[in-house]
């Protein structure tokens, strides 16, 4: 006979009420082999050291533009000679821009704006505007980029960005995904009154993963 049908006839004889409840165990029953013990839905789960200092310069990262620059002078040197900064984003359309400064870091023998300057700050421009409206617990890569070299530019390159996919919404799904990005760069006005020429055009598509994915997959790994 098991301790709680002992336990269960032992209290039948004993002078207390009939309505009065059993006593509870003195120790919980064992679980069975192959069920699943799951964490209680309050308990917060432990982050390594590494996570946790990821998180801390990720959230600095997309703090302002002065901590981009640190984290860029450290993990991204390019953004960070050639000088590329981000501007305003509307709200309301998701447009954002980005301006390269007309550098001697990236100006080309006949005093123009390299192509490779272009080039390069197109993926870090839309990976930044994409990564500005995600936050730090997403990781972005670029898949794709396409770039289309218009006319020579001969001053300040804006980035005007906007995506063509509700980030919001594939957000929300809590999954992967991709954004494109469509980037019309253009020649800064040197003066009052004057228009932006545009000099460039530019597809760039990026791959969008919630780090918490990441995390999973390296448990399943270790396993």
Same mark, same amino acid.
């Given at each position: 006979?098991?301790?709680?049908? &002992?336990?269960?006839?032992?209290?039948?004889?004993?002078?207390?009420?009939?309505?009065?409840?059993?006593?509870?165990?003195?120790?919980?029953?064992?679980?069975?082999?192959?069920?699943?013990?799951?964490?209680?839905?309050?308990?917060?789960?432990?982050?390594?050291?590494?996570?946790?200092?990821?998180?801390? #310069?990720?959230?600095?990262?997309?703090?302002?533009?002065?901590?981009?620059?640190?984290?860029?002078?450290?993990?991204?040197?390019?953004?960070?000679?050639?000088? &590329?900064?981000?501007?305003?984003?509307?709200?309301?359309?998701?447009?954002?821009?980005?301006?390269?400064?007309?550098?001697?870091?990236?100006?080309?023998?006949?005093?123009?704006?390299?192509?490779?300057?272009?080039?390069?700050?197109?993926?870090?421009?839309?990976?930044?505007?994409?990564?500005? #409206?995600?936050?730090?617990?997403?990781?972005?890569?670029?898949?794709?980029?396409?770039?289309?070299?218009?006319?020579?530019?001969?001053?300040?390159?804006?980035?005007? &960005?906007?995506?063509?996919?509700?980030?919001?919404?594939?957000?929300?799904?809590?999954?992967?995904?991709?954004?494109?990005?469509?980037?019309?760069?253009? *020649? *800064?006005?040197?003066?009052?009154?004057?228009?932006?020429?545009?000099?460039? *055009?530019?597809?760039?598509?990026?791959?969008?993963?919630?780090?918490?994915?990441?995390?999973?997959?390296?448990?399943?790994?270790?396993?």
């Amino acid at each position: 006979m098991e301790a709680s049908t &002992i336990e269960a006839e032992a209290y039948r004889n004993l002078d207390v009420p009939a309505d009065a409840a059993p006593p509870a165990p003195a120790h919980p029953p064992a679980p069975v082999a192959g069920t699943i013990v799951r964490r209680p839905a309050d308990e917060p789960e432990k982050q390594s050291l590494f996570d946790r200092v990821e998180a801390f #310069i990720s959230k600095l990262n997309v703090r302002d533009n002065f901590w981009n620059s640190v984290c860029s002078l450290i993990w991204l040197p390019l953004a960070f000679f050639s000088g &590329i900064r981000m501007k305003e984003m509307d709200a309301s359309t998701f447009v954002a821009r980005a301006v390269l400064p007309f550098r001697r870091f990236n100006r080309n023998w006949y005093r123009a704006m390299a192509g490779g300057a272009l080039l390069a700050n197109s993926e870090i421009a839309g990976g930044s505007y994409v990564f500005g #409206i995600c936050g730090a617990d997403y990781t972005v890569v670029c898949k794709h980029l396409e770039y289309k070299f218009l006319r020579p530019c001969f001053g300040p390159a804006v980035y005007r &960005i906007k995506a063509r996919e509700d980030v919001k919404a594939l957000m929300a799904t809590g999954k992967e995904f991709n954004i494109t990005t469509d980037m019309d760069i253009l *020649q *800064q006005a040197g003066q009052v009154g004057d228009r932006d020429k545009r000099v460039g *055009q530019c597809v760039a598509t990026f791959h969008v993963t919630p780090k918490v994915h990441h995390k999973v997959k390296r448990e399943r790994r270790r396993r």
